[in-house]
C-alpha cells in the first residue's frame, strides 16, 4: 500500500511539473528598447517642401502567448519618442512626438539552435502624448501650421532572432493607415523603422 501511494506521489509531481512547464513556455513576457528612424510621406501641401527622417527611441514590454510550437501572438506595449524633419516655407523644422503604441503581431517562429527565429505581421495603435515643433503645439488646431491627429491606426512587420539566453535583437517597419494630419494643409503618412534589443524572461 505504502508503495502504491509513493509511486501515485511520484507520477502526480512528475505530472505537475511537467504541465508547470509546458505552461511557462507557452505565456511569458519581456523588455525592449530600440532606435527609431521616422519620417512622413507628405503630399498635397503648400508650405511643406520636403521631409526626411531623424532618430529617436522606443521603450516598453513585450508579451508572447506560444499558440502552437511555430506559431504565437505578440503584442507590446511601448513608450515611443520620434523626431521628423520638415522643409516648411524653405525653414528646416523639427517636429517631436511622444506617444504611447500598442502593436500585435502574429508571428512565425522556428527553433535555431538553442534560440528560435521569428517573423511575423499585424496592426498597431497610437495615442499622441505631445506633439511640438519648435515651442508650437502640434495638436493645436490654431497653430496656423498643419495639426497632428493624437490617434493613428496601421499595419507593421518584425523580423528577429532570440539567443537561448533570452536576449533577443530585432527589426521593425511601420507604416500608417490613415491621414496624421487633420486640418487641410496636406496628407502625412507615418513611416517607422527599428532596430532594437530585448529580453525574455
Given at each position: 500500500m505504502k508503495k502504491m501511494f509513493l509511486s501515485l506521489f511520484l507520477v502526480t509531481a512528475l505530472t505537475s511539473g511537467a504541465f508547470a512547464q509546458s505552461e511557462e513556455k507557452k505565456i511569458s513576457f519581456g523588455v525592449k528598447a530600440e532606435v527609431n528612424s521616422n519620417f512622413y510621406l507628405v503630399s498635397d501641401s503648400d508650405i511643406i517642401s520636403s521631409t526626411s527622417n531623424a532618430f529617436g527611441g522606443n521603450a516598453g514590454l513585450f508579451f508572447l502567448t506560444n499558440l502552437t510550437n511555430n506559431l504565437a501572438i505578440q503584442v507590446e506595449l511601448l513608450g515611443q519618442y520620434r523626431n521628423a524633419e520638415f522643409t516648411i516655407l524653405d525653414k528646416e523644422q523639427t517636429l517631436t512626438n511622444w506617444n504611447i503604441e500598442v502593436p500585435a503581431y502574429i508571428m512565425g517562429q522556428f527553433s535555431m539552435g538553442n534560440g528560435r527565429f521569428f517573423f511575423g505581421a499585424g496592426p498597431?495603435?497610437?495615442?499622441?502624448?505631445?506633439?511640438?515643433?519648435?515651442?508650437?503645439?502640434?495638436?493645436?488646431?490654431?497653430?496656423?501650421?498643419?495639426?497632428?491627429?493624437?490617434?493613428?491606426?496601421?499595419?507593421?512587420?518584425?523580423?528577429?532572432?532570440?539567443?537561448?539566453?533570452?536576449?533577443?535583437?530585432?527589426?521593425?517597419?511601420?507604416?500608417?493607415?490613415?491621414?496624421?494630419?487633420?486640418?487641410?494643409?496636406?496628407?502625412?503618412?507615418?513611416?517607422?523603422?527599428?532596430?532594437?534589443?530585448?529580453?525574455?524572461?
Open positions: 498597431y495603435g497610437i495615442a499622441g502624448i505631445s506633439a511640438t515643433m519648435a515651442d508650437t503645439d502640434m495638436y493645436d488646431e490654431n497653430n496656423g501650421i498643419f495639426t497632428l491627429s493624437r490617434w493613428n491606426l496601421g499595419v507593421g512587420m518584425i523580423v528577429g532572432i532570440e539567443l537561448g539566453c533570452g536576449l533577443q535583437l530585432n527589426i521593425n517597419y511601420k507604416y500608417g493607415m490613415f491621414n496624421s494630419n487633420i486640418s487641410e494643409n496636406g496628407n502625412f503618412v507615418e513611416n517607422t523603422a527599428t532596430v532594437g534589443l530585448g529580453y525574455r524572461f
